[in-house]
């Protein structure tokens, strides 16, 4: 490791993807989802809709599709379908030797960085949504042994990491939204009850970066937290279609340990393809424009390193 300065700040990121998991559902009530409103609180959140090939639309970004694979790869990429190649979950014609997920970009552009992934959908590790080059890819699969069990082990995994040894990049996957929302539909106590179990694993998660922080050897950490989803749901269940409830999705962007921001901070219409150029930006890694990366960088906190230095 040559990058490692014990005098600076050091930046970290951790990004939790929730399968399906539709804005008005989450902040319903703080009862239905206790630590992501309190991550809201002290960060920031907003919404946007997925391109749709509509005319109020980008007109360079066609259409995003309202699937996982597609979501997921615009997720990880900063591309939308046009680029990435992936329309449905079959995941025919992805393109992620032109345009690879930002753990892989973080990875090449610094050798030392240990980055990982924990997910329930093995397909991001099996079609190469998360490639190679990610230092440690663990998948539990949701579609054999349902999602709560297999985001429990996520979970655990990803906690084992953030407890006992020092990734600077973190990606994790939960599936169980999606899951109960095609069983019963977003609307059904069992959403609420995927919901919950989700944010539960959320909330463990900040709390090991919070135990970092107290720990004198990590103390210089600078965590970077983004929560975000890939699609919506009709009020039936199920996606895949236009409807603004199947194509609205939502970015929480929150700086535990750092400066406060004034609660209820709105980040403004933040789309899925702005996480991977933020998440680079945040481990102080240049965007090349060679990459082609359709997204932005999302605005942080006003003085993100005054009470870090
Ligand atoms: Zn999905």
């Known amino acids: 490791m040559t990058d490692v300065n014990t005098e600076a700040p050091r930046p970290k990121v951790l990004l939790v993807g929730m399968d399906g998991l539709r804005y008005d559902r989450l902040t ?38 309202t699937d996982s694979g597609p979501g997921w790869s615009s997720v990880l990429t900063g591309v939308w379908p046009d680029r990435h190649g992936v329309t449905g979950n079959d995941f025919k014609g ?28 093995p397909a991001l590790v099996r079609r190469g949504t998360l490639g190679r080059t990610i230092g440690r890819r663990v998948r539990h699969n949701g579609e054999s042994r349902g999602y709560e069990t297999a985001d429990r082990r996520v979970a655990r995994t990803a906690l084992r990491w953030l407890t006992t040894s020092d990734p600077d990049v973190v990606f994790v996957y939960f599936g169980a939204t999606d899951e109960a929302g ?9 959403y609420d009850r995927a919901l919950l179990a989700q944010d539960g694993h959320l909330g463990r998660l900040l709390a090991a970066i919070g135990a970092r922080a107290s720990d004198p050897g990590r103390a210089e950490e600078h965590w970077t937290v983004l929560v975000t989803t890939d699609h919506g749901h009709l009020d039936s269940g ?3 279609g236009d409807s603004r409830a199947e194509r609205e999705v939502f970015v929480v962007l929150a700086e535990p340990g750092g400066p406060a921001r004034p609660a209820g901070t709105r980040l403004d219409t933040p789309r899925l393809v702005d996480i991977a150029p933020t998440v680079l930006d945040r481990l102080g890694i240049p965007v090349d424009p060679a990459w082609g990366l359709q997204g932005r960088v ?12």
């Not at 703080?30 to 002290?42: D, K």
């Open 28 to 65: 319903r009530s703080p009862a239905h989802a206790p630590v992501l409103h309190a991550l809201m609180a002290t960060g920031a959140v907003g919404t946007s809709l997925l391109p749709y090939g509509r005319a109020d639309d980008e007109p360079s970004t066609g259409t995003a599709y």
């Open 94 to 121: 992805a393109d992620y030797a032109r345009y690879p997920d930002f753990l892989t970009r973080a990875a090449r552009a610094r050798p030392g960085l240990r980055t990982v992934a924990a997910v329930s959908w």
């Open 182 to 190: 095609h069983d019963t539909g977003p609307l059904s106590p069992a």
């Open 238 to 240: 199920g996606h895949g």
């Open 298 to 309: 999302l605005p942080g906190p006003t003085a993100p390193t005054s009470e870090w230095s």
